[in-house]
């Protein structure tokens, strides 16, 4: 994978996760600005999914969008709502970087 599909990859996860903390702010608040925004990110990070496909196979891509997905929603969780990070879950996120990085030997 090359560097500009990494920038991709990020791009969807990071718009996937924007996504998600705006649905849980709707869900909160009840503000529709937070669903729509929710769609908006969603819909850009589905068009980069998709273009990312032009360039991986589709398991690669979508287990490598879903891992990075996960460790980032797992430190916005730590950072933005003070969720905990156990030892167990740290083991978790080194997990899933050590499965994203055998995707790419």
Excluded at 22 to 49: I, S
Excluded at 65 to 70: F, R, T, Y
Aim: aromatic share 10%; charged share 10%; net charge neutral.
């Amino acid at each position: 994978m090359n560097w500009e599909m990494w920038g991709m990859l990020v791009a969807a996860a990071a718009c996937e996760m924007l996504g998600d903390l705006a649905f849980k702010w709707w869900a909160e608040t009840g503000r529709t600005v937070g669903m729509v925004g929710g769609l908006v990110v969603y819909a850009v990070a589905l068009v980069l999914f998709a273009l990312m496909l032009r360039q991986a196979e589709l398991a690669v891509v979508l287990a490598l969008w879903s891992g990075v997905a996960l460790v980032l929603m797992a430190l916005a969780g730590w950072w933005l709502f003070h969720e905990a990070l156990s030892p167990r879950r740290i083991l978790g996120i080194a997990l899933v970087i050590g499965g994203m990085v055998l995707l790419q030997v």
